[in-house]
């Protein structure tokens, strides 16, 4: 049996990283791992060649194709599907991901059959196994959504995973013609690895609790570091909702790095008390090549921090970023925006990376209540938009107390000090660097980014609140 999986394009409204990164769809390798043993998968990566899925049809008639959806593919997702179909008519379709669990509903459309929620392999393979095996019907497989004339029908529920260790190992075969247009920012390539899976910390924004029900599930370090070393590719990115959860079994994985003479260089995701706590943990990874830390410091304001619900204050961050800078790891920092920001408050921001220098990256996030979420449930109403593609952690999707295009505009001003400051990092200006080719093409998605940025407000219509106060995350804290 034939088939196809996607990875969706982001539609033109969305901004930011599609247009300075291009990462490996790893949840359809690992999907595709799953069944590539029983029958003939292809695999299209639309973001990095948005045409290959009209060429692939011409060639290749599949019997099910699988789209994963982020909130930001909804449109391109079933856009993919409606393509499909009218190439292939009796071709089952399948649409699974982040999303699709959070807010299945948003695929209840005549070229969606069916949507998986959760982890998403064994259920795609029990799918596959039953198309083959000629059947229609698909109620008695676990985790599902199933299009119906009242609307998505309920299967019984798929408990997640004690562990991922029983899970295949990600087939990057079916992205091998395309691993070499993937890179993060300045590092012109770069290999994805999914070592956990979920987050148990009550952030009240964030949509990775809900999706993983609060648990924290991972994998062995012994198969993550078998996994590290058939890669090829030098720089790593860890595809964690928070890689450090569990301290002990990352020191594990960190000295078996070191054991075995692995040489790479990794990114992950990690909380600045995780980082206060476990000093030594990090002390080890940076010997064993963690070169970049993602962190969400939020906010420079004790009140605004403790309104998260993410449980950290200013001083744990403080000591986090001490403890970086110490250790030699750069940091990329996410500081939240409430809709009531002011410009002084974007100022604020601005002088605080400038005062620490090992804050190489920071990413400005505008407060987005994600479907799914206690602060979609709270703020639910004054949404400004229900366009999935502006919910890319760079739109203003609620009100605001100022007008948008000064929003926008004082982003800009932030963001253009953050590239100033990366170029006089990394001596962008010799020419070796600002030739070369990869970072023209990071200096062309800036520059694609920038004038987004300039054009914004115009997507989607400003509603200034009458009250600056109802725009803060009091109303929504956890």
Known sequence: MRVLLVNPHCGDRTIGLKNIAAIEPLGLELVGAGVAGDHDVRLVDMMVRPDDLRTTLAEFTPDVVGVTSEIVHVQSAIEALCTVRAA??????????????????????????????GEGVETFAEICSARADGMQSFEHIAGLRIRAASGLQATPPRPLPANLD???????????????????????????IRTSVGCSFPCSFCSCRVYSQAKFIPRSPESVVDEIASLDEDFIMFCDDHSFHDPERMRAMGQALLDRGIKKRYFAYARADSIVENRDVFALWAKAGLTLVMTGLESVEEDTLRRTGKKTSISQNEEALRI??????????????????????????????????????????????????????RMRDRLVTQDRQLFDLQHFVVETAMPSKQLYRLMLRSYRAVVVRIAKRLRLWRPTMFLSPHVLRVLLGLYRNHMAFRRAHRIVESRVTADPARSSLDESAA
Do not use: M, N, W
């Open 88 to 117: 292939a008519p009796e071709c089952l379709t399948v649409v699974g991901g982040h999303h699709a669990t959070l807010c299945p509903e948003d695929f209840h459309h005549p070229a969606v059959d069916l949507v998986v929620l």
């Open 166 to 192: 029983d899970q295949p190992l990600a087939d990057r075969s079916l992205t091998a013609r395309y691993r070499k247009y993937y890179y993060y920012l300045f590092e012109p390539e770069v290999a994805a």
């Open 324 to 377: 970086i800078d110490a250790l030699g790891i750069q940091l990329s920092a996410g500081f939240l925006l409430e809709p009531d920001i002011t410009e002084e408050g974007f100022a604020a921001i601005d002088r605080y990376v400038a005062s620490h220098p090992s804050i190489l990256l920071a990413e400005f996030t505008p407060l987005t209540p994600f479907p799914g979420t206690p602060l979609h449930r």
